[in-house]
């Protein structure tokens, strides 16, 4: 099966979301360039593979310092391309990188270094994984952190030495040329870092251009198409897919400190982050003085265009599809019966605003609560018991984060316990994202597999298995050629022994 282009332009031309501006344009590839592309990466990629990993450690870490160095242009850049505030910039496009490439710089050669399998039966051999790269792995991203999620995939894969090829979204490439560059200087081989750009058919071209793996970060819909053509193909992949996160704000939970988290877990990235607070469950004890003080926080933000202030704390959506579908979400509640506590409108002016909307009196035959939103919504369900905010926090069909607010260590770990999500936090929101040690993955129609962590890095590699005699002199096997007649009651016995008499009991892996 091969994959055509939709697309006639030639460029996509990126505009600031936030006031129109023209921010810059790159070419769009074509199925020849991508191949070719892949084709580069493979050739670039068995010198990079050979490398000890120590050194690609180091080369990892002198892309640490490019960043560093950088800092201020990677920051600007999401602004200018994303309407990303400078304080987000700052810690959700650079610092998590560095984190990540820090952890990685120091773990790598423990978490890829051979394991060796305790073994329990066959004592007189030997057994353990070895962790090779896996090829040539592509990066398929989203636009709501161009730099930390198409580049903390790259930067997993090149430390487990694979050669790369990210497509970043067409809406926000012009970070990734940028990071590209970076990285090339700090001395991460040309050929082993491609970047193609286009629409969703350059993605699906380059799924289609004989990659080895491919890390695909975006919308439900979508990776079930790139799920489909990567099992077409037989290639291993990771889907990392919508959420629809619920807080729990149990009745006794340390209420400033849940405001102040389900403020940012709410707004953060104007509310288009996977793993935003997207449905606020709050018990009926705490409700009253709860809901109020949100709504006056929330009033209290701060909308507008972070190239000309950084003196805000949301900006604008990603571009009008994103506004529109917000808006009917809202619109939908409202004509159900929801009340708009603040916000629930469009902001006028040039840009993609809309203001941070707080929805009362919601309930779940609403498409707000059942749809991915991705904007600055936080629409209120009050619960009467742990078990009612429990069964409503499962009740959806994805299951990427969830977030409990107590006073208590243990009911929040019971109550977490009791959650279908990849990640539940309690008492916080968002941060385990740059902590690259621990997993992150979707549940339900968020995803399959996990990126970060050492299951992560080891994922971007090909386990293979190596068995070898423990004991050579051994020259053969009670179980091989010749079958004789004689043998069989002695394998009886030995089967009985093992399985029957309890004896099989006294082996242990070891
Ligand atoms: P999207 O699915 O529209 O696009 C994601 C990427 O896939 C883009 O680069 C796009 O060009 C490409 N693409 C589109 N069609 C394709 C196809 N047929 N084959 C191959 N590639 C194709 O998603 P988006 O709007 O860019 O991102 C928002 C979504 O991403 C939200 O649903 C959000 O929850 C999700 N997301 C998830 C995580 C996570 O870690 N789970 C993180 C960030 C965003």
Redo the contacts with the bound molecule.
Sequence with gaps: MSVALASEAATLRICSPANGEFVGEVEIDTVESVRAAVGKARNGQPEWGARSIRERCEVMLRVRQKLLENTDLIVENAAKENGKPRHEGLLHEVMTQLELLTYFAAESERILAPQSIPMRLLKQRTSYIQYQPRGVVAI??????PNH?GFGGVAMALFAGNAVVL?????TPLSAQLLRRLYIEAGVPEACLQVVN???????A??DSGVDFVE????????K??AA?CGERLIPCVM????KAPALVMDDANLDRALGAVLWGGFANAG????SIERLLVHEKVYDAFVPKLVERVKALRVGDASASSDIDLGPL?NRR?LDIVAALVEDAVAKGATVACGGHRIEGPGFFYAPTVLTNVTTDMDIVNR?T?GPVVPVMKVSSEAEAILEANRSHLG?LAYVFTRSGSRGRRIAEQIRAGTVMVNDVLAT?AAAETP???LKQ??LGI?HSDEGLRGLCEARHINYDAVPWLSRELWWFPYEAKNLPLLRRLINLLYGSGLGRLFKAS
């Design positions: 398929i991203a989203p636009w709501n952190f999620l497509k970043p979204s067409e809406f286009g629409y969703g058919d350059v993605g699906a380059l799924i695909f970060t975006g919308s439900v819909a979508t990776g198409k790139v053509m990392e897919l919508g959420g288009q982050v996977c793993a990603v994103q991915e991705f990427l994202a992150w993955g979707g968020s995803g990126t």
